[in-house]
């Protein structure tokens, strides 16, 4: 019989009972079991620092800050950024016209830029325009799938910086874009001049105008000045160490950026009457420079500000230059381009070499400038110049929708007909987004390993 007690009295004799003496010699077992286990957890760690099972944060990991319900959440390995792309393979190849192939979009496009319109300005030839396919000598170029690739960029935000020839792009790309989503709307914030929000997807494309790139402003001429005496009615201010108001503060915004500059640094632009005058760190440059020697400078000093500002996993791009097809004379001179065939390519350097002084060589007199300002930084080039060469078939030339706009602006030999060659341009970005975000992920994939 169990013995019982209560209070402080003690029982006058020990009753063993084998139930309780087995349960207490379990729980001395346990706990014995447990120090030893701690003993050999502490031991181990001390000899070898860490377990398998015990994932550590490398050395080094970066942690972004997520913005705008992007992928940014994630910590990204300093060995993941600034990866090497190969974009010289589309520069090389051929158009190839394939009588089924259609536009993905037409002029009803609620992104389109009436001058660029050229179905709804009844621009001959928009089916053959538009029938022409890029092919690369050294890879595939797939069209868009505009859906798959809205998929592959959840989350993200795409920005453009630039001049006209960027948003002649960009238009193209909402335009697009828009096929696999149509719920899109226009979109106006971060100092955009215009740009498209696709709720589907969560993804915003945004651009920037900044036609220099650098912060200009147009500054009087002083009556007491001798400028007058010489005709100038007011110079415009151009700091070229400063970044233009339009994007300065958007360099932490964008998973993707694509930078242009180019069309507007020429004396029609800036003629002697109102020229640009260059100043650095608040002060005026002198001698006075010359415009492209005023572009040298700029350019260095904004990619060095892109390389510093913009997170290094991001992708940065520089469109190569646009080139004109002005036959004839200058667009002021009643210069030409009602073509409806392509160049062809041995008659190239005779339209575009600088050499030969036509008065389209500023397409490759501005892209030796570029690159030479973009050497050994992580900017890429995403070079649209030499497949553009051949389609002198493809500007808006005299149908702008607008029946004085040649009578005050002449033809549009700059600019392309939407939908046209800047489709292929998307063409060429999108499977560059797409070949940086899957090497993005291997390489994460990899240092999860």
């Not at 009844?122 to 809205?150: T, Y």
């Not at 900044?210 to 200009?216: N, S, T």
């Not at 002005?326 to 339209?351: A, V």
Request: net charge positive; with cysteine.
């Amino acid at each position: 019989m169990a013995s019982s007690y209560s209070g402080s009295s003690r029982p006058k004799y020990f009753h063993f009972n084998p139930n309780t003496f087995l349960t207490a010699s379990s729980i001395s077992l346990f706990l014995m079991c447990c120090m030893l286990l701690v003993f050999i957890f502490i031991s181990l760690s001390s000899l070898y620092g860490s377990f398998p099972f015990l994932k550590q944060v490398p050395e080094g990991t970066q942690f972004i800050r997520p913005v705008h319900g992007s992928n940014r959440d994630k910590p990204m390995s300093k060995s993941c950024s600034g990866l090497p792309l190969n974009l010289s393979k589309y520069e090389e190849g051929s158009w190839i016209y394939d009588g089924t192939k259609r536009p993905l979009y037409n002029e009803q496009c609620p992104f389109q830029r009436n001058a660029w319109n050229c179905i709804k300005n009844a621009r001959p030839n928009m089916d053959k325009i538009s029938g022409w396919k890029w092919v690369p000598k050294h890879c595939e170029l797939p069209q868009i799938n505009p859906h798959l690739f809205l998929k592959s960029v959840r989350n993200m935000n795409i920005g453009f910086v630039g001049d006209s020839l960027n948003e002649n792009l960009l238009v193209s790309f909402l335009c697009i874009l828009r096929t696999a989503d149509e719920g899109a709307r226009k979109w106006k914030r971060k100092g955009a001049w215009r740009g498209a929000y696709f709720p589907k997807f969560n993804v915003t494309v945004g651009y920037h105008r900044a036609v220099l790139l650098a912060k200009y402003e147009w500054q009087p001429a002083n009556v007491t000045t001798h400028s007058v005496q010489h005709g100038v009615k007011g110079t415009y201010r151009v700091d070229v160490d400063i970044p233009a108001d339009d994007w300065v503060n958007v360099t932490n915004y964008y998973d993707v950026y694509i930078f242009n500059t180019g069309h507007w640094w020429n004396s029609v632009k800036f003629p002697k009457e109102t020229p640009l005058m260059f100043h650095k760190e608040g002060k005026l440059i002198s001698p006075t420079l010359r415009i492209r020697d005023g572009l040298h400078i700029v350019l260095q000093s904004m990619a060095s500000y892109i390389e510093n500002t913009i997170p290094r996993d991001r992708l940065k791009l520089w469109r190569t230059q646009s080139p004109r097809h002005f036959y004839g004379g200058e667009w002021n001179q009643n210069g030409s381009c009602t073509f409806d065939t392509l160049l062809d390519d041995r008659k190239l350097d005779e339209w575009f070499d600088p050499k030969k002084g036509g008065v389209n060589r500023e397409a490759r007199e501005l892209n030796s400038i570029i690159k030479y300002a973009l050497h050994r930084t992580s900017i890429h080039q995403l070079d649209l110049t030499h497949l553009s060469e051949l389609r002198a078939d493809a500007h808006p030339a005299l149908w702008l929708g607008r029946k004085d706009a040649v009578a005050i602006w002449g033809q549009d030999c700059m600019h392309w007909c939407l939908p046209g060659l800047p489709d292929t341009w998307v063409d060429v970005l999108s499977a560059v987004i797409i070949e940086h975000l899957n090497a993005k992920r291997r390489c994460l994939l990899s240092s999860d390993t």
